[in-house]
Nanobody
Framework: QVQLVESGGGLVQAGGSLRLSCAAS????????IAWHRQAPGNQRELVAS???????NYAASVKGRFTVSRDNAKNTVYLQMNSLKPEDTAVYYC?????WGQGTQVTVSS
């Protein structure tokens, strides 16, 4: 089972940016599909973005045009670049792949 560790969350003002990292314990090229989910208290879990090992990516309508997924195969790391952040982006963000979930990283966007 691959181990995934998220990092890069924090507190940011609306309109700001953050880059989340998902570090994997083995080659991410061997993992066909890696996705980012988020969940805030009282809300359903939301699929934010997904990507394949070949670079194809899809985004939820709520983040399209603001978030971008990228991969660095040499570092076994997937990134989620988040720009133009809004208060409604506040949530715990999880990296998923290879039937595994990371422990999440908190993103808080102030008004």
């Amino acid at each position: 089972q691959v181990q995934l560790v998220e990092s890069g969350g924090g507190l940011v003002q609306a309109g700001g940016s953050l880059r989340l990292s998902c570090a994997a314990s083995r080659s991410i090229f061997s993992i066909n599909y890696i996705a980012w989910h988020r969940q805030a208290p009282g809300n359903q879990r939301e699929l934010v973005a997904s990507s394949t090992r070949y670079g194809d990516a899809n985004y939820a309508a709520s983040v399209k045009g603001r978030f971008t997924v990228s991969r660095d195969n040499a570092k076994n790391t997937v990134y989620l670049q988040m720009n133009s952040l809004k208060p409604e982006d506040t949530a715990v963000y999880y990296c998923t792949g290879g039937a595994s979930w990371g422990q999440g990283t908190q993103v808080t966007v102030s008004s």
